[in-house]
């Protein structure tokens, strides 16, 4: 007979192994966003852990022919009671150490909208690590939601692109493709949604050059304080409205 000590306890921690093509980048990385470095191995293999607030991260090999770049490395989730505090940290302490916050290429993390109940940064070896409000709403949907129609549906699609699915190309595909199908029915305050959106998604993915087109529809719409503020509320950063709407921030 096993004694009380031998027997199994339901007080196990996983914590997630990612593999690790860019040592020295995932390295710099996380250092400058404050995660403490608790061990360092690159050779005869390369094994990291790391530590920041409650939560570790673990790095170890990676196939030879990984490419980070492709972004398939591997993730994990990290559930926390609030993840607005988190993604204000990170931002930051990349601006410390970058001058910025990172939102393209390797390493980034995605933009966090008010309300939103998930964000996610990609690390220099292509893995994504994505915090997740602990209660996020279980009707939340993910695929669009089936009792909106016209314009509203493109726009509730895109904001799953970006947030939950963290693809601002097919969420700037999405949005573009609605404005020239659904604007014409819609009303002014999702046209005015839809704009706002395609310019900072285009800001972001380097189309730039149809931002003042879309800019100068978006200052030509009529909208009241209260709409202009559920437009400010659909974006991450309303500062890239600020040519148009100099109020925006």
């Known amino acids: 007979m096993t004694t009380t000590e031998e027997r199994v306890q339901p007080n196990e921690t996983t914590l997630p192994l990612l593999p690790c093509p860019a040592a020295e980048e995932t390295l710099a990385f996380w250092r400058a966003l404050g995660f403490e470095v608790i061990y360092k191995q690159l050779k005869p293999y390369v094994y990291l852990a790391f530590q920041w607030s409650g939560f570790q991260l673990h790095y170890g090999p990676a196939p030879k022919d990984l490419d980070p770049a492709k972004e398939t490395s591997g993730g994990c989730l990290v559930m926390v009671d609030a993840v607005a505090p988190y993604h204000a940290t990170f ?24 309300g939103a109940s998930r964000f ?9 690590i994505t915090f997740i409000q602990r209660d996020e709403p279980e009707d939340l949907e993910y695929g669009g939601s089936a009792e909106l129609q016209g314009l509203a549906r493109v726009l509730d699609n895109a904001r ?7 693809d601002d190309r097919a969420a700037y595909r999405a949005l573009d493709s609605g ?14 949604m839809a704009l706002a959106g395609l310019i900072e998604l285009a800001t972001a993915l380097d189309k730039a050059d149809r931002v003042p087109e879309w800019g100068e529809r978006l200052r030509a719409l009529p909208l009241p304080p209260e709409q202009r503020t559920q437009v400010r509320q659909y974006v991450a950063d309303p500062a890239v409205l600020e040519p148009w709407w100099p109020d925006a921030s």
């Open 120 to 128: 996610s940064i990609v690390d220099p070896s292509g893995n994504t």
């Open 160 to 166: 799953i692109l970006r947030e939950s699915k963290m």
């Open 179 to 192: 404005m020239r199908r659904r604007a014409e029915d819609a009303p002014v305050v999702e046209q005015a």
């Open 91 to 114: 931002a930051e302490t990349m601006r410390r150490s970058y001058g910025k916050v990172l939102v393209k290429g390797l390493p980034r993390m995605t933009r966090y909208r008010s």
